[in-house]
């Protein structure tokens, strides 16, 4: 599969998902003009990753800030992190959040709530 390799903008995250090493990457800020446009892609690709997925797939979210239609967004893309994982395959969360920003530690603790895949909340100190 080839990779989603996006560079982030002011707008939109720096996306890489890269399917031979299992490892996805979401980061910067998520503000897009049109979410769901952005997003299709990601979720698209998951679908066909989902076919034959790494036996262990690790995912970095580390988002500074994102709106409520990225907020949807993010949640379909767990969705389909969600049904790998309940194919029997490991998959991990790894949701970044700066040390005082107490609303991006809630957003990853309810999307923890919602989804059934581990999540491991970090906290960037620097």
Not at 21 to 39: C, D, W
Not at 51 to 72: C, G, H, M, Q, W
């Amino acid at each position: 599969m080839e990779p989603i390799i996006i560079e982030g903008t002011p707008k939109t995250p720096t996306v890489k998902f890269d399917a031979a090493a299992g490892i996805f990457e979401i980061k910067g800020r998520s503000i897009p003009e049109n979410s769901v446009e952005f997003y299709k892609p990601l979720v698209d690709w998951l679908e066909s990753y989902k076919e034959t997925p790494l036996a262990k797939t690790t995912v970095n979210i580390r988002l500074e800030y994102f709106n409520t239609s990225s907020s949807k967004c993010i949640l379909d893309v767990f969705k389909k992190l969600e049904a790998i994982h309940k194919a029997k395959n490991e998959v991990e969360v790894n949701w970044y959040y700066e040390e005082d920003d107490e609303d991006m530690l809630e957003a990853g603790e309810d999307y923890e709530s919602i989804i059934r895949v581990p999540f491991k909340m970090i906290e960037i100190t620097d």
